[in-house]
């Protein structure tokens, strides 16, 4: 730790430049196979003084990741894809069931229990920021089949 925190002071211009979002408790569900999307949550923390946003996911597990938003609408829970995410300076943002999320489309593989998987987040200004994402349990009850539209009734609360 020492040791770290002297890098940091040594080089100052390294810490920013890194950027200031922080991540933690990432995660997504284990999935049997043949699913062919998923989701993913975390907590973003913007630990620097200016706004960043996040412009893009991506992810060694899915062709495609979009930032989505859950939205309900008329009864019905409905997602929605936004082209970026924006943290004021100090904001913190979760990403949780039932709300944003990352939408993980066309796996390459089955997320098992235990695993980890790997995202890469990219910031406006090109920045890319490593993210390191716990593979929970099996969903229960199908809770969480993530089809674009999802009748409530059909749905249990963790979306
Ligand atoms: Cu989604």
Redesign the pocket.
């Known amino acids: 730790m020492r040791h770290f925190i002297a890098i940091l002071l040594f080089c100052p211009m390294l810490s920013w430049a890194g950027n200031s979002l922080r991540v933690t408790d990432a995660w997504l569900r284990a999935l049997p196979p043949g699913q062919p999307n998923s ?1 993913a949550y975390m907590v973003l923390n913007n630990a620097g003084e200016q706004a960043l946003t996040i412009v893009a996911v991506s992810s060694q597990l899915a062709q495609r990741v ?1 930032i ?1 938003e ?1 939205r309900q609408q008329d009864g019905m829970w409905r ?1 929605q894809a936004q082209a970026s995410l924006s943290l004021a300076a100090g904001q913190t943002t979760v990403l949780a069931p039932g709300g944003r ?1 990352l ?1 993980l489309f066309g796996l390459k593989r089955s997320p098992r229990e235990g695993e980890q998987v790997q995202f890469e987040l990219t910031l406006q200004g090109g920045e890319q920021v490593l993210v390191t994402a716990q593979v929970r349990g099996f969903a229960t009850g199908g809770e969480h089949d ?1 089809p ?1 539209t999802i009748n409530l009734q059909d749905s249990g609360s963790d979306l």
């Open positions: 989701a979009e989505h859950s997602m999320h939408m993530h674009h």
